[in-house]
Structures are given as C-alpha cells and as structure tokens.
C-alpha cells in the first residue's frame, strides 16, 4: 500500500509504503488493505507530524475506523462513495435530495475540443456514527465531434467528505477528489510501465489477488 501526495498537474511523489501482511493464510483483499491502511496511517502520522493532509480514496475507505482514524489524526477527507456503501448515509440523502435548496449549479466548458457539461449536487449534514458528512455528486456529460460522427460520454461521481462545501468552492472540491485518478494514471502507471517496471505481484505465492500496491490515494492540500 502506497501513499502519494498529488499535484493539481497530476505529478505525484510517493511518501509512505506499507506491506499487505497475510499472516492467517487465507484472507480477503479488502480486509488486508483496511489493516494496512492502519498501519501506514501510523507510519505518516510519525514521519510527518505537521503535515496538513486530506486523503482521497477510493470506495474502499468510507467507513468508520476510516473516519475514525482521520479525525483523531486530524486529517481531512474526501472519498468515494460507491451505491450500497453506507446504507444509512445514503437514506439521508436519498430523503433529503429533494428538499434541499440552493445546493446545486452547473457549468460548460470547452476542453481539447470536447465540450463538457457538467452539474453539481452537495448535500450537508448527513449523520453517519456522529460523523457529519457532505456528499457531493457530479453529473458530466462530454460531447465531441468526429468528423461526422459526435460522440457523447455520461459518467456520474459521488463523494462524502467532513470538508465545508459551498457554491464558491464545490468545483474546487471536485477537480481535488478526481486528482485520485491522476495518482493511478501518472503515479501508479509511471512505476509499472514507464521505466521503474514494478509489478503487481510481489509475493511468495503466486496468487493474483496478491498485490503490495494498492490503490490507496492522498492529497496534500496547500
């Protein structure tokens, strides 16, 4: 497991390592990586006291020795909330989307060529074990002409996070919470593929669940 701080341009520096340890034999690869996270929470915590930190991680994470763990370490976060994940946080939100004023707006850009429309929701308050949430979600639509064909690309985002979200900010708060995905394509995809050739697995046993780096994401917000 790997932790990263990431750049708004996408370069990303490793900080902090921690092993995926199987001790019992058999075991499940979420279970193992929650542990280890931990772990190397520890492990940052000691090396860099003083760092100001919000992590951005996958659905794996929200949780609540997650929360737990970031609160007494005074960490922010901002994390992937996937459908299922938190059932009683998503009631909340489900019972609130539709009362809920003023918690919305929209933008269009142009970018490469693509044009991109995009709608913000972020709902504050939610409730998950005295943990207070926002989630927030985005609804992207690009459109892009190809010679005479146009192609057009929905995709949905949705995150909770313990940090204050407004109309003045909640763009900034989406760029942060998708730079995730620039920890994997320039981070992760540099070391394996671009000259540092690390591999998935590095174990004693041949086991494709094996994996050391995991997809675990932080984000130093300056």
Known sequence: MEAKIVCANGFSISIATEWIENPEGDFDK???EQKAFKRLAEQIKTIYPRLPICITADG?????????????????????????????????????YDITNNNDCSEKITENG??????????????????????????????????????????????VTDLEVKQDNIKEMVKGARLRWKIENEGFNTQKNLGYNLQHKYSRVSCGRCQVICRFFMQLFV
Request: positive net charge; contains cysteine.
């Open 30 to 32: 979420q279970d193992c």
């Open 60 to 96: 794996l994470y929200p949780n609540e020795p997650f929360f737990n763990i970031c609160n007494a370490n005074d960490w922010r976060y901002i994390v992937t909330l996937k459908d299922g994940c938190l059932p009683s946080a998503w009631k909340q939100i489900h019972a609130l």
């Open 114 to 159: 693509k044009k991109i429309d995009r709608y913000y929701v972020w709902l504050p308050g939610i409730d998950y074990q005295g943990h207070k949430l926002t989630w927030i979600f985005c609804h992207e639509i690009i459109s892009q002409t190809t010679g005479k064909e146009k192609e057009i690309k929905n995709q949905q985002f949705s995150w």
